[in-house]
């Protein structure tokens, strides 16, 4: 079933700053979607357009069956959602907060108390439950405002940056977190983060944005097709011959790296620098990472390839 | 209006953070203590105690005439002119006090704050969460004038008690205050700040918008003062019930004028 639909989707602000130009996409119940692009990319607008709190300048999108422009309220009973910018109350502690969201999302009060209890210790927020909201860190504030978009069981789940300022371990929890959701409840997520190395940790399918353009959307196996260059050859190696020098490109001492779409072209290359005298010691093919893919497609469009 | 319960908590979490925020509760109670203990006392002791020649009672001859009732004592005049007369209209300025430090609180600090974000993302539509708001501003604000009446009613009968033996008899000027006064101007200082809370940053500047709701009640004031007229009963229902149909449309322009994107920018 389909989760999220948009298209031609735009947003120009008051401004005339043109945040996002015609998003053209469509998300699979129980994926996890990272929405991957640098701070300034639109992710962010998108995240407003796709829950109602923006209106787009053109294009529309559907979420679950509901547009999020007509029937936004609507729309926040089944989703979850957490941006930087929603923030919860200093001078209640963190229950107090959980207790209050769960009864302004129409949950009973014993039910409220029970999923604020599950979600703190699912969260490791336990110990400092009782504290005021003011006295918690960037990450523990981050960790409670998952716990709020999580309280009222959504289907859907809007995640804006939802590991900056999280230590490694706490990292690793909230991944966990949303993958077990995904995987058990069938929770759709879309996650958008600048931290690529992070998204491909927890993602399922990828859309790529620079300038409020998507570059590209699929899976990695189906990105890394995209860009030419799918993988790295990394050799160490000596007696390099000069004539390798337009292929090869020294990354440090005895070390080389060379561009390659298959593995298939590895053996050639090999035997041909074993030829030429060439001492080989280790050879590996490197997948490109997201990163890698990333900058692939930017540096593709600053070349003037505009449908990738 | 039917306030659900959503709406309820949302209206019981802003008066409760109301009353945690010591910044918000200082002119909460010190203008109240002021209208209801401090002025009355010294006038009360003013007109009871002072030697009547050394009170000027000049200028407000015209004033006494307008008064209702026969007596003649100066002193029963006077007390009757400040307490029902005046004090009325320095009390009006409680409830403007008391919204606009309430709204602008309530909107435009939860909008400093980022708080008002998150409420959006809640299942109440944009409409269901002001009106759960201007509700507690403007409850906040009738009962905080309510309890500084008490207070007034307290002091003054025990002042005026202590020093004639006799109790005061409020007049009819001020359940028109209490009833239809404060409500209606409680809601026009919400509205005020509420369409001001688009453009105003922090909760300073959303408050200077009521300035503008004083500045007709120093009129008031200062057109009793100098004996242009006397404020009585029906003249104070007709401005209630001005007030209480210009709360009634600004209040409806509001919520016909409600996008997200405009609240939050």
């Known amino acids: 079933m389909v989760a999220i639909e948009a298209s031609n989707l735009s947003k120009v602000y008051d401004t005339g700053k043109e945040a996002l130009k015609n998003l053209d996409f469509s998300l699979h119940q129980g994926e996890v979607f990272g929405f991957l692009g640098p701070n300034g990319a639109g992710k ?169 353009e998507l570059l590209a959307k699929g899976n990695l196996r189906e990105l890394r097709a995209l860009t030419m260059d799918a993988l790295t050859l990394e050799l160490k190696a000596e007696n390099i011959p000069l004539t390798e020098n337009s292929h090869l490109e020294k990354v440090a001492e005895n070390r080389y790296e060379m561009k390659i779409s298959e593995v298939e072209e590895i053996p050639a290359i090999v035997q041909r620098l074993a030829r030429n005298g060439t001492s080989i010691y280790e050879v590996r093919a490197l997948e490109q990472s997201l990163e890698d893919i990333y900058f692939a497609l930017i540096k593709r469009k600053g070349e003037g390839h505009d449908h990738l | 209006m039917i306030i659900s319960k959503m709406q309820l908590a949302i209206a019981k979490k802003d008066m409760g953070n109301m009353l945690k925020n010591k910044n918000l509760l200082l002119p909460l109670t010190i203008v109240p203590i002021m209208f209801s203990v401090f002025m009355p006392t010294v006038f009360v002791l003013i007109m009871l105690l002072s030697p009547l020649d050394r009170v000027d009672m000049e200028g407000m001859e015209k004033l006494f005439a307008q008064l209702p009732g026969n007596s003649q004592d100066l002193r029963e005049l006077g007390l009757n002119m400040f307490l029902n007369y005046i004090l009325p209209v320095f009390f009006i300025i409680i409830p403007v006090m008391a919204a606009s430090v309430m709204a602008a609180g309530s909107f435009v600090g939860e909008k400093e704050k980022s708080t008002l974000e998150t409420l959006f993302y809640s299942p109440l539509s944009l409409r269901q969460i002001f009106e759960a708001k201007i509700m507690a501003s403007v409850s906040l604000s009738v009962m905080v004038t309510y309890a500084s009446f008490i207070l007034m009613i307290l002091t003054v009968e025990l002042e005026v008690f202590l020093i004639t033996g006799k109790g005061w008899l409020p007049g009819v000027n001020w359940p028109i205050i209490l009833i239809l006064l404060a409500p209606a101007i409680s809601l026009i200082a919400v509205a005020l700040i509420v369409k001001g809370s688009a453009k105003a940053q922090t909760m300073e500047e959303a408050q200077q918008k009521s300035v503008f709701l004083v500045l007709p009640l120093a009129l008031l004031m200062v057109g009793q003062f100098t004996g242009l007229f006397l404020l009585k009963w029906w003249l104070l229902l007709i401005l209630g019930v001005l007030l209480a149909v210009i709360a009634g449309i600004v209040t409806k322009m509001i919520y016909g004028d409600l996008d997200y994107e405009k609240v939050l920018k």
């Open chain 1, 44 to 212: 962010t607008t998108t995240i407003k357009l796709l829950t109602g709190l923006l209106t787009p300048s053109t294009g529309k999108s559907q979420i679950l069956g509901v547009d999020p422009s007509a029937e936004p309220a609507k729309l926040h009973g089944f989703c979850g959602i957490m941006t930087e910018h929603a923030q919860m109350y200093n001078l209640l502690s963190g229950y107090e907060n959980l207790l209050f969201y769960g009864e302004v999302f129409g949950l009973e009060k014993e039910m409220a108390k029970a999923r604020a209890l599950q979600l703190l210790e699912r969260l490791e927020l336990t110990d400092a439950m009782y504290q005021k909201l003011g006295t918690y860190s960037t990450g523990m504030r981050q960790r409670l405002s998952l716990a709020r978009a999580l309280l009222h069981s959504p289907q859907m789940l809007f995640l804006d940056e939802p590991t900056s300022g999280l230590d490694p371990e706490s990292i690793w929890r909230v991944n966990d977190l949303i993958k077990e959701m995904a995987k058990d409840e069938g929770i759709t997520v879309f996650l958008c983060t600048h931290q690529l190395r992070y998204a491909q940790e927890v993602c399922s399918t990828y859309g790529l944005i620079a300038e409020g």
